[in-house]
C-alpha cells in the first residue's frame, strides 16, 4: 500500500509541475498578445467614442423632446383643471 501512496504522490508532484509549467507558457503567451493588441488599434477608442458620444447626443435629443411634449400634456391638463373648477365655483355662487 506504501508503495502505490508513494506513486501517488509521484504522479501528483509531476502533474503538478507540468501544469504549472504548461499554464505559465500559456499564460504569458496571452499576457502578450493582450499587451500588443491595444497598440494596434490605437485609433480605435476614438472611434468609438465619437459613435458614444454621437450616440448620447441623439437620445438625450430625443428625451428632451419627449419631456417637452409631456409638459405641454401637463400644462393642457392644468388648465382644463383650472376650468373646469372656475365653472364649478360660478355654478355654486349662482345657487
Not at 504522490?9 to 509531476?14: A, V
Not at 459613435?51 to 447626443?57: L, P, Y
Request: proline content about 2%; glycine content about 10%.
Amino acid at each position: 500500500m506504501s508503495e502505490q501512496d508513494s506513486r501517488f504522490g509521484d504522479g501528483l508532484t509531476i502533474g503538478v509541475l507540468v501544469g504549472g509549467l504548461f499554464g505559465g507558457v500559456v499564460g504569458a503567451f496571452l499576457a502578450n498578445r493582450f499587451l500588443t493588441a491595444p497598440a494596434k488599434n490605437a485609433a480605435k477608442p476614438t472611434a468609438i467614442l465619437d459613435e458614444v458620444q454621437k450616440n448620447t447626443e441623439e437620445v438625450l435629443g430625443d428625451a428632451r423632446r419627449n419631456l417637452e411634449e409631456k409638459i405641454t400634456q401637463l400644462n393642457d391638463a392644468i388648465e382644463l383643471a383650472r376650468q373646469r373648477l372656475a365653472s364649478l365655483e360660478d355654478a355654486k355662487s349662482q345657487d
